[in-house]
């Protein structure tokens, strides 16, 4: 999975020392896996505040939770620490992070940003825009927001139902649909005003 420095687990270490809470650790996952926009995030992790499907890995005075969802994506990461003239810097480098993951066990949301990002936004980019992935509903709705171009673009409904929804019906068939939490309101740089 990933590799904790010593460096890295003995900084861990001071800042965990320094929360109200005894019982803090922290929680690695990453935002975005599997998609140019990936970021690898660690966090504290109060608590109780670890999710259900997380793993923890207990570490010399602290537990790290890692969300299973990642750990795919963390495999082969590794977590530094490095003193500085500014103090010192962590590090996260998780080369599969970004790496999309689409086989026949991939999430709904996996598969969801596998069609966003290499189907649908190169077609938007030549406008300007671009789609994300906000969130999955229960009920298999994806909901997505617009940017760039396409946010406030008097052709966003066509765009969202002829483009953006025929597309990830026809190749994520199990979604129920879409629906577009873009506040369209903002019009300063739409393609079509």
Not at 103 to 110: H, N, S, V
Not at 119 to 136: F, R, Y
Not at 152 to 180: F, S
């Amino acid at each position: 999975m990933i590799e904790i420095s010593e460096s890295a687990q003995a900084y861990l270490c001071e800042l965990l020392a320094k929360q109200e809470h005894q019982d803090v650790g922290i929680r690695v996952f990453v935002a975005q896996p599997g998609t140019p926009h990936a970021e690898t995030c660690i966090a504290y992790c109060q608590p109780g505040e670890e999710q259900e499907g997380d793993i923890p890995v207990p570490y010399e005075g602290f537990t790290a939770w890692f969300e299973g969802s990642s750990v795919s994506y963390l495999e082969d990461a590794h977590v530094d620490y490095a003193e500085d003239r500014m103090g010192g810097q962590l590090t996260i480098k998780a080369p599969n992070a970004r790496l999309p993951q689409i086989g026949p066990d991939a999430t709904l949301e996996d598969r969801v940003n596998y069609v966003l990002y290499n189907d649908v936004n190169p077609g938007l980019a030549s406008h300007g825009g671009m789609v994300t992935l906000v969130e999955i509903l229960e009920d298999k709705t994806a909901v997505l927001e617009f940017g760039g171009g396409c946010q406030g673009c008097a052709a966003v409904d066509i765009t969202l139902k002829n483009g953006v929804e025929k597309q990830l019906l026809e190749q994520v068939p199990e979604l129920a649909g879409i629906k577009d939490s873009t506040d369209h309101t903002v019009t300063e740089n739409a393609y079509y005003q």
